[in-house]
Nanobody, 124 residues
Framework: QVQLVESGGGLVQAGGSLRLSCALS????????MSWFRQAPGKEREFVSA????????AYADSVKGRFTISRDDAKNSAFLQMHNLKPEDTAVYYC?????????????????WGQGTQITVST
C-alpha cells in the first residue's frame, strides 16, 4: 500500500523559510508526479506546486511563484518544497499528493494518494 508522509512544518515568522519533505513508500517513486496542496482554515484545498517524473516540468500557484521551489530526489523516494519569504497568508495545512498520470493536475480530485498533512503557521 502506498503511503505518503510529510515532515518539516512548524511555526515561523513572516519572511522566514521552511522546507517540507514528502516520503513515498513505493518501489516506483520515479513514476509518480508529486504535488503539494494546502488548506487554510475555512478555505478549500488549493494547488501549490507540482513536479513531473524526471523533474522535467514544474508548476506553481501564482501566489507562491518566486518564493517556493519544488524538487525531488528519486534515490530517496522523496519530494521537497522549499519555501522562502513566508507570509501570514501561507498559513495552512500542507499536503503532499502523488499520482501516476501524465501531466500536472491542479485539481485535488485527480490524485491517487495523499499524506496526512503538516501544519505551517506564519506569524506577523
Amino acid at each position: 500500500q502506498v503511503q505518503l508522509v510529510e515532515s518539516g512544518g512548524g511555526l515561523v515568522q513572516a519572511g522566514g523559510s521552511l522546507r517540507l519533505s514528502c516520503a513515498l513508500s513505493s518501489r516506483v517513486f520515479e513514476q509518480y508526479i508529486m504535488s503539494w496542496f494546502r488548506q487554510a482554515p475555512g478555505k478549500e484545498r488549493e494547488f501549490v506546486s507540482a513536479i513531473t517524473q524526471g523533474s522535467h516540468v514544474t508548476a506553481y500557484a501564482d501566489s507562491v511563484k518566486g518564493r517556493f521551489t519544488i524538487s525531488r530526489d528519486d534515490a530517496k523516494n522523496s519530494a521537497f518544497l522549499q519555501m522562502h519569504n513566508l507570509k501570514p497568508e501561507d498559513t495552512a495545512v500542507y499536503y503532499c499528493a502523488a499520482d501516476r498520470s501524465v501531466g500536472i493536475k491542479r485539481d485535488e480530485y485527480d490524485h491517487d494518494y495523499w499524506g496526512q498533512g503538516t501544519q505551517i503557521t506564519v506569524s506577523t
